[in-house]
């Protein structure tokens, strides 16, 4: 009787490792976040964030996944770190209590509730990022999605595109509205391994 | 119209003095006139940033601090017998509830370097607090401290990059600006009392400690901070008229206010030219 159960659970062993989802961790060489935002009406200032981190889950069989993503405030970069003769830069600005604010919140992080599928590939990633302390929904659309089989000598590896859009001023960011866009367009760009 | 409600110029600046003025004339009367400085304080705010309270972040902390600093200052001046023990204890109140303030940037940082970081803000709000308060029969001397303080924790906060930190010291500065020309155009003075010199000294306390914190002032402009209330309480002659003294005392702030102001320019330049 405990023979045929045992034969019967390692039987059923690979189907359990079967439906779990495949987790992958982000590279950040290969990833970037990027935001861009009106200015003065004139043009778009775009920057991104040099440090973040990473997982996301995926189970293409059962259309199903998840993201979880860290980001550094204090990384943020908008190619304006070189002050010249002006006291501060727009980055440190930017790090400031006025925008990011960043040494009382280090970090934001998104996290999925609902990734939606077209076929093999997610279509949409619905979740909530938290900055400044406000959690609110943001939605992702996926623009590109691309995984690599694992060869003799590299493991599975994805990779992907993701845009969406939020409102500063939702997160309490409400400074320099309008000189500065309440509108923000993020851009996630994403390679990464499976663990 | 939105465009002037949305510049800076008017938001720190013109606003904060016309509320203030009309405050401050509508109150000369009473014991309330300094509530002129809370009102010019808190149109800048709902002109920016607004009344919205959670999460309680360190500016909104301050913001609530404001918001009580006049009502604790009108209990004390209310009180009928004064203790010579309310000036201390409210300096040392304020030390403390500026840990409160900081608590969350404080509570991220290694043990050391929260109880130097701590200890520090705490001292010095303890003591800018302790020396406005100090001021409080002084209705000239009180509002050329308000001017000057506001000021520098203003201008230097616009140098660490906060523009939050300089409309809020420019109001300051700005009211109590509205107030020296109160008494000046009344041709009497109006004592700030604990209600005026707690709002001048808790804000601009704070908003020089949130600079540090949260932007990039250097640690050592806050203790030359404390030039601005020993200033304004050098003598000047009694027998000049009112408008003459209340001009000697606003320079009096002015110059000291400059020393914080250019040790935030140093640091931003590493150099003072």
Known sequence: MSKSLAVLILAALPLTAAAAPDPFTLDPMHSSVNFSIDHLGLTTIYGRFNKFGGKFALDTAAKAGSVEVTIDTASVDTNENDKGSRARSRDEHLRSADFFNAAEFPRMTYKSTKVAFTGDHPATIEGTLTLLGVTKPVTLTVERFKCNPATATAKERCGGVAVGKLKRSDFGMSRAIPSIGDEVALTVAWEANKD | ?273
């Open chain 2, 1 to 273: 119209m939105n465009e002037l409600f949305d510049h800076p110029a008017f938001q720190g600046g013109v606003a904060p003095l016309v509320i203030a003025l009309v405050v401050g004339f509508a109150l000369a009367r009473t014991r309330f006139a300094w509530l002129a400085i809370v009102a010019g304080y808190v149109t800048m705010v709902g002109l920016t940033v607004g009344f919205s309270f959670t999460p309680l972040t360190v500016a909104r902390k301050t913001i609530l601090l404001g918001l009580l600093a006049p009502v604790i200052g009108i209990a004390a001046d209310m009180l009928p017998r004064p203790s010579r023990a309310i000036a201390p204890a409210l300096a040392l109140i304020a030390g403390a509830a500026s840990l409160w303030v900081f608590q969350t940037i404080l509570q991220q940082r290694e043990l050391s370097a929260a109880l130097v970081a701590g200890t520090g803000v705490a001292l010095f709000v303890a003591v800018l607090v302790g020396s406005t308060i100090r001021l409080r029969e002084y209705g000239l001397r009180g509002g050329a401290a308000g001017l000057g303080l506001g000021l520098a924790t203003g201008i230097a906060g616009l140098l660490s990059a906060s523009i939050g930190y300089f409309l809020a010291g420019v109001a300051v500065a700005a009211s109590a600006g509205a107030m020296l020309l109160v008494q000046v155009v009344l041709g009497r003075r109006i004592a700030p009392g604990y209600t005026g010199t707690l709002t001048i000294g808790l804000l601009t306390a704070l908003f020089a400690a949130g600079s540090l914190m949260l932007a990039e002032l250097p640690w050592y402009a806050l203790p030359l901070l404390l030039l601005v209330p020993l200033a304004v309480a050098l003598p000047a002659p009694e027998r000049m008229s009112l408008i003459v003294r209340a001009a000697i005392f606003a320079v009096y702030a002015l110059v000291a206010a400059a020393i914080p102001i250019l040790a935030a320019w140093y640091a931003a330049h590493g150099s003072l030219t």
